[in-house]
């Protein structure tokens, strides 16, 4: 189950990816996007927040978020984070038990959020995103924004890297659609099942309460997170590399073959068919 495999998982996530040179500059990318939807004020909805990085980040932007997360060692984590601000409240939320009233203490008044936001993965842990479309058409305002970071199908950085490096079932282990992940030390449990939805997968299960009004490759030019310490350990590269994700940010016709895609969806007026 993939709550257990990220307890296991959160003491060294800031580590090992948010603190990476690699991953904040993605993390920044992915943020500018959603922040241009947002004013101060606002309030987030976050699912799979990890360590509360993007919930203290929006809070820093005077963006209320309610963070929510399966793991209780990565909810940890953000209360410690976000502890200092009044401006986070955090939240366990299962996205494969989604509970018919959210939050719990405002059961009588559901708030309608501005913003839902899911980076770097939390929907790969899912397998039909229709209920959860369904979940959050009743939470977002109309006008409202659903972002999320997904891992695509076709990373081409993946298929090129461990095809050269001759570890053929790596390469391709996405092509299917899905894989199986065991985090190291996680013996006791199943290993976790990870989904890889296409774009027109996303689109069809989301509408007809949202339409697609972004996508970006979130990871074209730049590599996989098991690829960062190799490129990190070449500044120079490392600098043309992110110059090249800034210029291909636009070509959202490539964006599945990039490690993610940043996807961003519209919740369409009530009142529309
Ligand atoms: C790769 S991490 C991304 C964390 C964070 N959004 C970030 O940007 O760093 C994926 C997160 O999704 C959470 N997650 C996985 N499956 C989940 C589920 N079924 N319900 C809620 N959260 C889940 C994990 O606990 C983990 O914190």
């Known amino acids: 189950m993939s709550r257990q495999a990220f307890d296991i998982l959160a003491p060294h996530y800031d580590a090992t990816f948010t603190a990476s040179r690699t991953g904040s ?52 984590l953000t209360r410690a984070k976000t502890a200092h601000t009044g401006l986070v409240r955090v939240e366990q939320l299962e996205l494969d038990n989604l509970p018919a009233r959210f939050p719990p203490s405002d059961a009588d008044r559901t708030p309608l959020f501005d913003a839902v936001l899911a980076n770097f993965g939390p929907l790969n842990c899912l397998n039909d995103w229709r209920p959860l479309a369904d979940w959050l058409a009743t939470r977002v305002r109309p006008g409202g924004i659903a972002a999320f970071g997904i891992m695509s199908r076709y990373c081409l950085w993946e298929i090129v890297w461990h095809g050269l490096h001759g570890n053929i079932r790596h390469a391709i282990r996405r092509l299917g659609g899905k894989a199986q992940f065991r985090v190291p030390g996680d013996k006791p449990n199943k290993p976790m099942e990870i989904h890889y939805p296409t774009v027109r997968r996303l689109e069809r299960d989301f509408a007809p309460w949202f339409r697609r009004v972004g996508l970006m490759p979130l990871g074209l030019a730049l590599p996989p997170s098991d690829v960062y310490p190799v490129i990190e350990r070449r500044p120079r590269l490392c600098v043309r590399l992110m110059a090249l994700e800034e210029w291909l940010s636009s070509a959202s016709w490539l964006a599945q073959l990039a490690d993610h895609y940043w996807i961003e969806f519209e919740r369409i007026g009530y009142g529309s068919p």
Not at 33 to 61: F, I, M, N, T
């Open 25 to 76: 500059y993605l993390r920044q990318r992915a943020r500018n996007r959603l922040y241009s939807h947002l004013k101060p004020g606002d309030v987030v909805l976050e699912l799979g927040c990890g360590s509360g990085e993007d919930a203290l980040w929006l809070a820093q932007h005077h963006i209320r978020v309610i963070a929510t997360d399966a793991s209780v060692e990565m909810l940890r």
